[in-house]
């Protein structure tokens, strides 16, 4: 699973069944399901930040200017 910070927004990314899973974290330890948020399969491993900060653009703030690959 890879991790992300999207400005402030813990998400987490599993590559399942040549698409993109992509579940929530709410910082106990408790992952979810995130249905509400798709990532194209053709999307590379290696674009995911970049496809997150398109999205969530909106969410920048002083404090979380980025979006941060944590592992």
């Known amino acids: 699973m ?3 910070n999207v400005y ?3 998400l987490s990314v599993q590559r ?3 698409g993109w899973s992509v579940f929530k974290n709410n910082g106990t330890g408790l992952i979810v399901k995130e249905t509400s948020i798709c990532i194209p399969e053709d999307i ?4 995911l930040g970049q496809y997150f900060s398109d999205l969530f653009h909106e969410l920048a703030s002083e404090e979380y200017p980025n979006v941060v690959r944590l592992n």
Do not use: A, C
């Open 2 to 4: 890879i991790h992300f």
């Open 8 to 10: 402030g927004k813990r």
């Open 16 to 18: 399942e069944n040549n």
């Open 44 to 47: 590379k491993e290696s674009e």
